[in-house]
C-alpha cells in the first residue's frame, strides 16, 4: 500500500542523514517487526531485518605458509532457516597487495567435487549472476570494489520444506547444506597472516552452535567478529633483497620489504589540493578533521582547501584559503558519495594543477548509489582519506579515477603523504610502498638497475595485481577501449586473480557456461551495474505491520466511515426499491 512512499522516504532520510535507513533506525524496524500482527509475518520480517536467515554451520581456515607469503582458504557451510532459498552477501576488505585467487561451490565436504571459478569479465559475470538468480539456480560470484575490498555472494542456499505424513500434518525439514571456498594469497605482516575483514553482511549469522576450525584445531573467535584479524605466523623466513617476477610482455615486477628509509620527506614546493567532504556523517570525525588540518597547515604546504556541499544543503561548494579556514566553525550536513566530491572538486579547480589531490571522507558513500554523471579523471593522483575505515567499494568509475590516476585510498592523511613522497622521489610510473613493501614495475631490461635480485614466480599473482596497476596508468586515456580492457583482464585470466576489472564467477552446468561465452564476446562485458547493498535475492520484506502509525489510524477511521456510509446507502436503496414493489 505504501511502497512508493516508503521508498521515497528512504532515499529522503539517505540522502538528509547520510546512512540507510535501515542501518540509522534499525531498532525502530527492528522492533517494528518483532510487533506485527501475523505472528509468522513477523518472525519472517524480524529474520530480513536482523539477518537472521541463513545460519553459518561450519566455518574453517587453513593458511599454507611459504616464507613471507601464504595462501589461506576459506572454508564455510551455510543451512537455510526460512522456507525460501536465500543468498549469502559478505562486504569485506583484505590488505591492498593481498588478492583473491580462487572460488568453489559444492553440495558436499569435498572440495575435489565442487564446482570450480571461472574468471570473467566483470559486466559479464555481473549479468550470467543475475540471470541465474532469477532462475534460481546456483551461482557464486566475487567481484572487487575497491583497492582493498570485495563482494562474496553466494545463491541459492536451499531452503526448508514441508514433508507430509499420512495424516496430513506438515512439519519442517531442513534443506541442503551449501558449501563455499575462497583462497587468497597474502605477504607476510608483523601482526602475522591478515585474514578478510568484515564490513556488511546480509542474511547469514553465526551463534554458539557455529563450528570453529583453524588449521585443523577447534577455536572460538569474537562473538561480533566473522574472523579474527589475524593469524600468527609460525616462521620467519621474510627475504629482504628485491624478488622479481618477469612477464611475457616484457616487464618486470620487483618487490622487497621496506625501510623507514624508503620513504623521504615531503618536497618542499609541493602543491595539494584539499577535497573536505562535509556530511553529516563526517560530524562523527570533527576532532580528527580538525586535527588534520593543522597537520597540514604546520608542514607549511601549498594547499588549496575544497568545502563540498550536498545537494540538500543550500549552499553551493567553494574553495576558501587553508591558512584563514576556521574548522571550528563548520557545520556538516546531508550526504555525498566519493563520486560527487570528485565531481564537485573538478568544477572548481578551474584549471589549477596540483602535484597531488588529497580527499577527506569517512567510511560512508557508498550506500547512497550510483553517480549522477560521469566522474572526471584527474591530472593528479587521487588519495581518498578514510577516517574511521574504508568504504564498502566505490562505483567503477570512481574506482577507475582513482587507480588510473596513480592514487589510491588509505585510513590517514600520514599514509597518504607518505606515498606521495615515494612517487614524488622516484617520479616513476609503477613504484610505491604499499602493506610494507616497495614495488616497482620496469622494462625486464631495466630490472637489474634496481639491485641484485631472485626470480620468484610464486609471486606472480602479487605482481599481475601491481602490472595492472601500473598498466592502467599508463594507458589511462585509453581505458574506454576494450583492447585496453581486455589486456587487464587477460593478465588476470593468466595469473587466476579477481581485479577491479575482472571478477571470478561459479557455474554449475553446460548451460550457464556457454550464456557466459556469449556474454564475455558482448561489448559491455565490462560494464557493471551499480547494486545497491541491501537488495539481495528475496530480501524484500513481506511489508511490516506493527502497530498502526497515526496516519495508517486515520486511514482506517476513513474506510470505516465510507463503509457505514455505504451500508447505510444501501439500506436506502433497498427501502425505496421496497417502497416501489409495495405500490
Not at 310 to 317: F, T
Request: aromatic residues 8%; negative net charge.
Amino acid at each position: 500500500m505504501f511502497t512508493a512512499e516508503s521508498r521515497e522516504a528512504a532515499a529522503l532520510y539517505q540522502q538528509y542523514f547520510d546512512q540507510p535507513i535501515i542501518d540509522g533506525e534499525r531498532e525502530r524496524i527492528v522492533r517494528a517487526a518483532k510487533s506485527n500482527w501475523n505472528v509468522a509475518t513477523a518472525r519472517t520480517d524480524l529474520q530480513l531485518v536482523d539477518d537472521r536467515e541463513v545460519h553459518l554451520d561450519e566455518q574453517t581456515i587453513r593458511v599454507n605458509e611459504h616464507g613471507d607469503w601464504a595462501e589461506v582458504e576459506l572454508y564455510e557451510v551455510y543451512s537455510n532457516r526460512t522456507t525460501n532459498q536465500q543468498e549469502v552477501l559478505y562486504y569485506f576488505s583484505l590488505p591492498e597487495s593481498a588478492v583473491i585467487t580462487g572460488l568453489w561451490l559444492g553440495n558436499s565436504s569435498v572440495k575435489a567435487d565442487a564446482f570450480v571459478y571461472r574468471v570473467s569479465p566483470r559486466g559479464a559475470a555481473q549479468q550470467i549472476f543475475q540471470e541465474q538468480v532469477q532462475v534460481r539456480r546456483d551461482p557464486a560470484l566475487v567481484e572487487q570494489l575497491g583497492p582493498t575490498q570485495y563482494r562474496l555472494r553466494v545463491f541459492p542456499v536451499a531452503p526448508m520444506r514441508h514433508e507430509y505424513s499420512s495424516g496430513f500434518r506438515s512439519e519442517l525439514v531442513a534443506g541442503a547444506r551449501q558449501h563455499m571456498w575462497l583462497t587468497y594469497r597474502v605477504l607476510a605482516s608483523d601482526a602475522g597472516w591478515q585474514l578478510p575483514q568484515l564490513s556488511v553482511l546480509r542474511n547469514v549469522y553465526w551463534d554458539g552452535q557455529t563450528q570453529y576450525l583453524l588449521n585443523g584445531e577447534n577455536y572460538r573467535p569474537d562473538k561480533a567478529a566473522w574472523l579474527p584479524q589475524t593469524v600468527p605466523a609460525t616462521a620467519s623466513d621474510v627475504a629482504t633483497g628485491w624478488q622479481q617476477v618477469d612477464f611475457d610482455t616484457g616487464q618486470s615486477v620487483l618487490l622487497r620489504k621496506a625501510t623507514a628509509d624508503d620513504i623521504p620527506p615531503l618536497p618542499s614546493d609541493l602543491k595539494l589540493a584539499l577535497v573536505l567532504d562535509r556530511s553529516l556523517s563526517m560530524q562523527a570525525y570533527e576532532r580528527d578533521v580538525a586535527a588534520t588540518l593543522r597537520q597540514l597547515q604546520a608542514q607549511n604546504l601549498d594547499v588549496d582547501l575544497y568545502l563540498t556541499a550536498s545537494a540538500v544543503r543550500g549552499e553551493a561548494p567553494s574553495k576558501v584559503d587553508l591558512a584563514q579556514f576556521e574548522v571550528e566553525e563548520m557545520v556538516y550536513f546531508g550526504g555525498q558519495n566519493s563520486a560527487e566530491l570528485l565531481q564537485q572538486f573538478d568544477a572548481l579547480q578551474t584549471g589549477q594543477t596540483y602535484d597531488a589531490i588529497l580527499v577527506l571522507t569517512d567510511a560512508s558513500g557508498y550506500e547512497l548509489g550510483a553517480p549522477a554523471a560521469p566522474v572526471p579523471h584527474p591530472a593528479a593522483p587521487v588519495w581518498m582519506i578514510h577516517l574511521g575505515g574504508y568504504p564498502l567499494g566505490y562505483d567503477d568509475d570512481t574506482l577507475e579515477a582513482i587507480q588510473a590516476s596513480g592514487g589510491g585510498s588509505v585510513l590517514s592523511m600520514a599514509a597518504a603523504l607518505d606515498r606521495i613522497a615515494v612517487a614524488q622521489q622516484h617520479d616513476r610510473i609503477g613504484y610505491d610502498i604499499t602493506d610494507g613493501y616497495v614495488w616497482a614495475t620496469v622494462p625486464t631490461a631495466e630490472a637489474a638497475a634496481l639491485g641484485a635480485s631472485t626470480i620468484n614466480p610464486n609471486l606472480a599473482p602479487f605482481a599481475a595485481r601491481r602490472l595492472i596497476l601500473s598498466d592502467m596508468l599508463s594507458q589511462r586515456d585509453h581505458l574506454d577501449a576494450l583492447e585496453s580492457l581486455d589486456d587487464l583482464h587477460a593478465i588476470a585470466v593468466e595469473n587466476s586473480i579477481v581485479t577491479p576489472y575482472s571478477s571470478m564467477i561459479v557455474l554449475v552446468n553446460e548451460a550457464q557456461n556457454r550464456r557466459l561465452d556469449q556474454l564475455e564476446n558482448r561489448d559491455d562485458r565490462f560494464e557493471r551495474e551499480f547494486e545497491e547493498v541491501d537488495i539481495t535475492s528475496d530480501s524484500a520484506l513481506s511489508g511490516l505491520s506493527a502497530v498502526p502509525e497515526p496516519h495508517e489510524y486515520l486511514l482506517m477511521a476513513l474506510a470505516g466511515l465510507m463503509l457505514l456510509w455505504y451500508l447505510k446507502n444501501q439500506r436506502q436503496v433497498a427501502g425505496l426499491r421496497s417502497g416501489k414493489v409495495a405500490k
